[in-house]
């Protein structure tokens, strides 16, 4: 999908998987579904997936990767092929995006924003008003809707003038922002368990005590709201009034407890206490706000723990320092049996 993602599971997937194991009737929930790929491992692995993030973004992102071409047949537009087509066709607009997010910014405010060309920008406005009229006049379901949402995000991430995500852009344009914007349809898998998402606080979410939870909380300062303001908002198609150098949205409402290093540990034990689910699943970085020992005595508050080292990811690298300081940090998997007697053991 081409996204670079803070905290992308991708390469600790099917050690997770490993550890959660076969489905076993409940639902497999990741409550923090990012960009989905630990939500698509398990529906490949034939569980019932539910899909949650704050950011409906990214839960658009984590439902598309799980949605079969059963769910999404597109059969009111002649098929998914003939529905990219047609939005790669969609004449551009001189709405939202264009008007903040490219150079035409300046003709209005003090800023130049070059997240994208103009012609990119007008394409992206003109997409995204496709999609809405289809869906309005009732020619794409739910599931087809997200899909192409999905899509359209892959395809201006795909010519984003940014480092990788959108806390700022880039003051010259890169060789990969110059090309013209193309959506490109993904392979849907033609069956999977059924799907669902949410996009709430995850401390909200309701689970059966048969079900199987997954968490992936944020574990630095980084606010994932601010990070990925431009993406919310072509997944939203609002028009949010914005401000600063880059005209990044309202997130304050959207900001995470995780993400404070006095807040996150207390955050942590009380989300897993919350949860009503038998078995929990918490991944956490070695790197993180909250030490690893210091989690594993809160967890133990709440249940049966083991600590599984995974293997170690890329470090999001937003600047020079960051690049020096080193390329990987450690991965490690909570598991916690809530219903057992609490203690603490490492494998």
């Known amino acids: 999908m081409s996204f670079r993602y803070i905290g992308s599971k991708a390469r600790v997937t099917r050690a997770i998987l490993d550890r959660v194991g076969e489905p ?24 019932k997936v539910h899909v949650n993030d704050h950011l409906i973004s990214s839960a658009i992102m984590s439902l598309a990767r799980v949605t079969s071409s059963e769910q999404a047949d597109f059969s009111l537009i002649g098929g998914y092929s003939q529905a990219i087509d047609e939005l790669n066709a969609a004449e551009p607009v001189s709405g939202f995006i264009w008007r903040e997010y490219s150079p035409a910014s300046a003709r209005h405010c003090d800023v130049e924003r070059m997240y994208f060309t103009e012609h990119n920008a007008k394409k992206i406005d003109g997409m995204r008003r496709q999609i809405e009229q289809w869906r309005n006049d009732g020619s794409l379901n ?34 990969q922002s110059l090309a013209n914007i193309a959506v490109v349809a993904r392979i849907l898998p033609q069956q999977a368990p059924h799907a669902t998402m949410t996009s709430d606080d995850v401390a909200k979410l309701h ?54 290093k006095a807040r996150a540990a207390m955050a942590l034990e009380r989300l897993v206490e919350g949860c009503r689910a038998r078995r929990v699943f918490l991944s956490y970085s070695a790197e993180g706000h909250v030490s690893l020992d210091v989690l594993a005595s809160k967890l133990e ?47």
């Open 24 to 47: 076993d009737g409940g639902i497999f929930h990741d409550a923090f579904s990012g960009t989905g790929v630990v939500a698509r491992a398990a529906s490949e692995a034939g569980w």
């Open 142 to 175: 739910d599931a087809e809707t997200y899909v192409l949402i999905a899509d359209l995000m892959g395809a201006a991430n795909r010519v984003a003038n940014t480092a990788g995500t959108y806390g700022c852009f880039l003051s010259r344009w890169q060789k």
């Open 207 to 260: 689970y059966e005590l048969e079900d199987t939870v997954y968490f992936d909380p944020p574990y630095t300062k980084r606010q994932y709201a601010a990070y990925y303001h431009v993406l919310e908002t072509i997944a939203l198609g609002d028009e949010p009034t914005i401000g600063g150098v880059c005209g990044i949205r309202p997130w304050k409402d959207k900001a995470s407890d995780y993400c404070y």
């Open 301 to 347: 508050n709440v249940g049966r723990v083991q600590l599984h080292d995974l293997d170690q990811i890329g470090r999001y690298r937003p600047n020079r320092k960051a690049c020096q300081a080193g390329s990987e940090v450690q991965e490690v998997l909570f598991e916690v049996q809530k219903s057992a007697r609490p203690y603490c053991l490492t494998a």
